[in-house]
């Protein structure tokens, strides 16, 4: 694992929140949501900004 690899673990070990990917291109959310999750991070993604705003009210309910 090169120096930029540990770095890039440590960086984000304590974050815990997941990330949300919003945008209407498909390849392009599952290219970032691939991304995020490399680096240890939970991805959400939506299509539009009402899916976002309804997956943020199901956050929201759970207590997350």
């Not at 291109?25 to 939970?42: A, C, F, P, T, Y």
């Amino acid at each position: 694992q090169g120096t930029e690899d540990r770095y890039m673990s440590k960086k984000y070990d304590s974050f815990k929140e997941p990330i949300l990917i919003v945008d209407d291109e498909k390849e392009l959310r599952n290219l970032l949501s691939e991304i995020v999750e490399d680096l240890g991070l939970q991805a959400l993604t939506a299509a539009s900004g009402a899916e976002a705003l309804e997956i943020l009210k199901d956050i929201q309910g759970a207590g997350q």
